[in-house]
C-alpha cells in the first residue's frame, strides 16, 4: 500500500495503490497530505468519523479527497491515518470509518503546496486479481 508522485505539467499527480478498496483510499489520504506537508510530520491526536457516497468509486476518491481538502481548509486539520471501509451497496459506493490527525502548524508542518481538491483529470481506478491502483491529480 502507498502512494508515488509522478511528473505533471501544472499539479500534482499521483499513483496509488492497496490491496483493497480501503487501502487504496488510505494512499489517497497519504498522498494528499504529503503533498501539503512532510506526512511523517503529522500525528494521529485527534479521530473525526467521516462518511462519503457516490455513484461510482471513481467519483468516491474524488469526493473523499475533497473531503479531507475541505477539512483542512475549515479546520486547519491534516490527515495522519485513516481505518476506512469502502463498499458497494445498492449500485452505489460508500466509504465510512474513521480519520486521525491533528490541527496544522506552521513550526511543525512545513508547508510545500496548497491543495484546492482532487480533479477527474486522468482519473482512473482499477481492481483486479487484490490489488487496487489509481492515479490522480491535485489541483494546486
Known amino acids: 500500500m502507498g502512494h508515488r508522485f509522478i511528473d505533471h505539467t ?4 499521483a499513483d496509488l495503490d492497496g490491496r ?3 487501502e487504496l483510499f488510505v494512499s489517497g489520504v497519504q498522498a494528499l497530505t504529503d503533498t501539503i506537508t512532510a506526512l511523517d510530520a503529522v500525528r494521529p491526536l485527534v479521530t473525526q468519523p467521516v462518511t462519503v457516497q457516490a455513484p461510482t468509486i471513481e467519483d468516491l476518491l474524488v469526493d473523499w479527497l475533497n473531503e479531507l481538502v475541505y477539512r483542512f481548509e475549515v479546520d486547519n486539520l491534516l490527515v495522519a491515518t485513516a481505518d476506512l471501509r469502502v463498499d458497494q451497496q445498492d449500485g452505489r459506493w460508500r466509504l465510512s470509518g474513521t480519520i486521525g490527525g491533528e490541527r496544522f502548524e506552521p ?3 512545513p508547508s510545500r503546496v496548497q491543495v484546492k481538491g482532487a480533479t477527474y483529470h486522468g482519473l482512473h481506478v482499477t481492481g483486479e486479481h487484490g490489488t487496487w491502483t489509481a492515479r490522480v491529480v491535485f489541483d494546486i
Open 10 to 13: 501544472a499539479d500534482v499527480a
Open 107 to 109: 513550526a511543525r508542518h
Open 20 to 22: 483493497s478498496p480501503a
